[in-house]
């Protein structure tokens, strides 16, 4: 079993910038595939990011180039930082670790089968 919580999340104006925080626990951080997802209001989830064991990373293309995310291991963290934020940035952000320790990089929801709380993200245009 793997514990996620997320912080970081609040009010931004369009153009500025927030960092995301997810603490994990229950398995070594290392061996956890993690990634970043988010949920809009009248919306499906949707991918965000995602970094390996070996900190190999992924974005969706509506996020690559502003959003970096990273991970401490040694810290047991994962971090997402959203730069140049838009209002259709506004969502839920939750962070996520793959169902299996060492696991490859992906971007299905459905790869993913742990997750934090969600903290919210609202940027005003």
């Known amino acids: 079993q793997v514990q996620l919580v997320e912080s970081g999340g609040g009010l931004v104006q369009a153009g500025g910038s927030l960092r995301l925080s997810c603490i994990g626990s229950g398995r070594p951080f290392s061996r956890n595939t993690m990634g970043w997802f988010r949920q809009a209001p009248g919306k499906e989830r949707e991918f965000v990011a995602a970094?390996?064991?070996?900190?190999?990373?992924s974005y969706a293309d509506s996020v690559n180039g502003r959003f970096i995310i990273s991970r401490d291991n040694a810290k047991e963290r994962m971090y997402l930082q959203l730069n140049s934020l838009k209002p259709e940035d506004t969502a839920i952000y939750y962070c996520?670790?793959?169902?299996?320790?060492?696991?490859?990089?992906?971007?299905?929801?459905?790869?993913?089968?742990?997750w934090g709380q969600g903290t919210q993200v609202t940027v005003s245009s």
């Open positions: 970094i390996n064991t070996f900190t190999r990373t």
């Open positions: 996520a670790s793959r169902k299996t320790p060492w696991a490859p990089i992906g971007q299905s929801e459905t790869d993913f089968g742990f």
